[in-house]
């Protein structure tokens, strides 16, 4: 025995009411815990009355008993003696009945509140006995209705019951399905009351286009006894068709589907009927609405779409949408990804500005090797002018005051012409020892011998010329096949012969850009000539004014129209073709501009180049 | 009286070339190995030119050229350098050198600025000896003379002078007309001519009028 009312020492003045819940089943069974759920929920809001709750669960089902029982009635007589109860709540109709077969035991003025699985209870013509009404043939029509409706593919119903508990009820819901069924078409199949082996196997056979309506099952052929939602778990695993239950507490075991009544709902229903005496009387039939209760999940095993549902019906069990279930993994995810994406960009942004950074340190670098060599040249030429100008301006001033001193006195003071002749002689030699000093100083430059791409020394060129070319707004073109034979010879000289004549164009251009307001443009060109390759520097600089400078005088050493050079360009071009046994040709075309070619004869072999300089 | 050209150069064997050559075309030439050594011993009276190489160990080029400008009889100055940059020819020439030549110089060239730089070279003195005098008569006139010199020579109108004198009109020009004789001239306008070749200021006169 349970007891929910509130301690009796607390409300001693309140009016008392005295109510025994009884049920014939177990108390564990889940449509008495649910029922009881939504009593105690609504119970727990009632005030003003006292409230002795007591529960009898009969368990006469399993105890192998039934509502005939005298036995039990006698004792539960017994054992109540001395306390009346205001109100009896039956939870089935095999309690009701068991009730009522004894009511002349019961004080007469005892209300029952009876909850019947069937529209109208032929017992319930007592006065006293008010009537919670879940229509389950109703149930049971939409059911079907349900079934056929979700599952287009259907041909048949079953139907699973054991009519030993509500025999009326389950012959009730039977012949509902029955009518329904044939009504739309379909195949009625009823397995009532079949031993458990043979029913197991029975639904084990059945196809997907058969629905399953489940009332209950609860006791086997040898006795066992089985809770009816736990069996229908398993029954549901075995069998490949939808089942359909008639019961909130089916819901969740494997049903796709149940037109039931919620228990909760009942107990809810029956706690107000017992807080309020008058409406007992007043509504002796109180029907409660039927549900239309969907799983979810079940509804995913058997592909059916969400709107073949209707509208009213209620989606239990539906899986947590993906954000509900994970937003805060979500979140933390997505925020991660958008701190490594900043970090990612700062990183690379970083990256960036580095490469960035160094590539204008190479610019840098290789600008200050070329302002190195421009000045170490320019160095030279001035060191140059000035070391010969001493001599030779000597020499000169002698060979005049000789020619003078001859001139003005035909016999000369002999004495004096020898002073100037050694003066001279003195001075040649100054002269030579000046040059002995730069050749040696140019000669410390290696010459290295080893095979080379062609290709690659003007590539090489082009990108070394490149930084120069675009300060001066000069566009340099590169006319180069994929390949070429392999040449023999000194890569860094080829490639400061290139620089040389890319320099003297750029010079060109610059002073006749001036004049000509032109675009310039150097064309570096690579092609074969016979059995050599042909390098060729191109410009439009005007090339070479013819009178006042012959083409063989600017093939010449100290030969320049720049006050910064030394006239050494193009004569150490034709040094460099020279050590490497090829040719430097001119093509001037006077107003246009100016080609210098090269041409570098193809490696036979290493040896060949050997024993060739060797005769050279 | 003879004109000189000194030759200044470091190179002995330039130094010598030039002589005999500047000598071979009958110009008196005297040569210095250093700056320091055409200082001690040309005579700074004496007219001619100077030939002087540009760069040399201790004092250069620049150097003699700024030490003859500022004597009392700036020589002419022509440049022989074995650069002949642009940079150093502008600095010469706005310097004052009368010309630029590089070492290996024709005869022509040679010739050329010798003969200019000699002739610029008496056209100087000339001038200085004319400032000279018009300075020394200037300076020999009594007190009284130079104080009417200054009057003339300042442009205010002769009435205005005299009463700032505090002397008749006739007073005055009777001292224009003295000094006009006095100083050798024809005319009394060439008065404020004599003060400007003596390159006296009439500032400069004032002063010395006061003294």
């Keep these: 025995m349970v007891s929910c009312g509130q301690a009796a020492q607390e409300v001693t003045d309140l009016p008392l009411r005295r109510v025994l819940i009884i049920d014939t089943e177990g108390s564990t069974r889940p449509a008495f815990v649910q029922f009881m759920e939504g009593f105690r929920a609504e119970f727990a809001k009632q005030q003003g009355t006292h409230f ?43 309690t009701l009945r068991f009730l009522l077969r004894n009511r002349s035991q019961f004080t007469l003025q005892t209300e029952i509140v009876s909850v019947e699985r069937l529209p109208r209870n032929a017992m319930a013509d007592d006065k006293h006995v008010s009537i919670l009404s879940c229509d389950l043939p109703e149930a049971a029509r939409r059911t079907v209705r349900l079934a056929s409706h979700i599952l287009p593919e259907l041909r048949e119903v079953a139907f699973v019951a054991q009519t030993r508990s509500h025999p009326k009820a389950a012959e009730a ?17 009823p397995l009532v009351d079949l031993p458990l082996g043979e029913l197991r196997a029975t ?80 509504q002796a039939v109180r029907a409660v609405a039927a549900e239309i209760l969907v799983d979810a999940r079940v509804l995913d095993r058997f592909g059916i779409p969400r709107d073949r549902l209707p509208a009213d019906a209620r989606v239990l069990f ?23 994406g900043v970090l990612l960009l700062t990183l690379a942004i970083q990256y960036r500005q580095r490469v960035r950074a160094e590539q204008t340190v190479s610019e840098q670098r290789d600008q200050l090797a070329h302002a190195g060599r421009v000045s170490m040249m320019g160095q030279l030429a001035a060191a140059l002018a000035h070391e010969l100008g001493q001599p030779l301006g000597a020499i000169l001033n002698n060979v005049e005051a000789a020619a003078m001193l001859l001139q003005n006195d035909s016999s000369a003071n002999a004495t004096e012409l020898r002073d100037i002749i050694s003066d001279i002689a003195a001075d040649e030699e100054r002269a030579d020892l000046v040059l002995a000093r730069i050749r040696s100083m140019i000669k410390q430059q290696t010459f290295t011998v080893s095979r080379i791409d062609p290709v690659a020394v003007v590539r090489d060129a082009a990108t070394l010329a490149q930084v120069r070319l675009k300060n001066a707004g000069i566009s340099l073109i590169v006319d180069c096949p994929a390949s070429l034979p392999e040449i023999a010879g000194d890569s860094i000289l ?31 060109c690579l092609r074969q000539e016979d059995r050599s ?67 570098v004869p193809f490696a036979v072999s290493a040896e060949s180049l050997r024993k060739r300089r060797r005769i050279s | 009286m003879t004109k000189t050209v000194h030759v200044v150069d470091d190179d002995d064997s330039f130094l010598r070339s030039m002589g005999r050559r500047l000598r071979g075309h009958g110009y008196t030439v005297e040569t210095y190995p250093s700056v320091a050594d055409f200082l001690l011993r040309s005579d700074p009276e004496a007219p001619g030119c100077v030939l002087t190489d540009l760069q ?112 008749a009109e006739r007073t005055v020009k009777h001292y224009r007309t003295l000094l006009t004789r006095e100083l050798g001239l024809t005319a009394a306008v060439d008065l404020a001519r004599l003060v400007q070749d003596a390159g006296f200021t009439v500032e400069q006169l004032a002063e010395m009028t006061e003294e």
């Excluded at chain 1, 060109?508 to 004049?515: E, F, K, L, N, T």
């Excluded at chain 2, 350098?81 to 290996?104: H, M, N, P, Q, Y």
């Design chain 1, 533 to 599: 390759a042909a390098f060729s520097v191109s410009d439009n600089g005007g090339g070479i004014d013819e009178q006042t400078h012959s083409l063989e005088q600017v093939l010449q050493p100290f030969q320049t129209s720049r006050t910064d050079g030394m006239g050494m360009g193009l004569p150490i071009v034709a040094t460099i073709a020279e050590q490497h046994d090829g040719s430097l040709r001119l093509e001037n075309r006077p107003g246009d501009g100016l080609t210098v070619t090269l041409t």
């Design chain 1, 203 to 282: 639904l084990a056979g059945l196809s997907n286009q058969t629905a399953v309506v489940y009332l209950n099952y609860t006791v086997d052929e040898d006795g066992n006894d089985y809770v009816p939602a736990e069996l229908l778990e398993t029954l549901c695993r075995e069998s490949a068709s939808p089942f359909f239950g008639m019961s909130e507490s089916y819901l969740g075991r494997g049903v796709v589907a149940g037109v039931g009544f919620s228990l909760r709902e009942i107990g809810r229903e029956a706690a107000q009927l017992v807080s309020s005496p008058a409406s007992i009387e007043e």
């Design chain 1, 52 to 94: 002795e709750v007591f529960t009898e669960n009969l368990e006469l089902s399993r105890m192998g008993r039934d509502a005939n029982d005298d036995r039990t009635m006698t004792w539960l007589l017994e054992k109540y003696r001395g306390w009346p109860f205001d109100v009896i709540i039956s939870t089935s109709d095999a």
């Design chain 1, 318 to 340: 539906d899986p947590p949408q993906f954000w509900q279930e994970y937003w805060l993994q979500i979140t933390a995810g997505v925020a991660m990804l958008v701190i490594q």
């Design chain 1, 173 to 189: 819901v039977l012949e509902q399905l029955q009518l329904t069924a044939e009504t739309i078409g379909l195949n009625f199949l």
């Design chain 1, 494 to 524: 080829l490639q400061q012969a290139l620089l040389n004549l890319i320099n003297n164009s750029a010079d060109a251009i610059g002073a006749a850009g001036d004049r000509k307001g032109l675009a310039g443009a150097i064309t570096i």
């Design chain 2, 56 to 167: 040399m160990p201790q004092r250069d080029g620049f150097e003699l050229q700024d030490r003859l400008t500022e004597s009392s009889n700036p020589l002419p100055v022509v440049f022989v350098t074995g650069k002949g940059d642009i940079r150093t020819s502008v600095r010469a020439i706005k310097a004052g050198a009368e010309d630029f030549l590089t070492k290996r110089v024709s005869t022509d060239e040679l010739l050329m600025a010798v003969e200019r730089a000699l002739a610029r070279c008496d056209q100087e003195r000339i001038i200085r000896r004319q400032q000279q005098e018009a300075r020394a008569k200037i300076a020999a006139l009594p007190p009284r003379e130079k104080q009417m010199l200054l009057g003339i020579v300042r442009g205010v109108p002769i009435r205005d002078y005299a009463e700032e004198l505090g002397v």
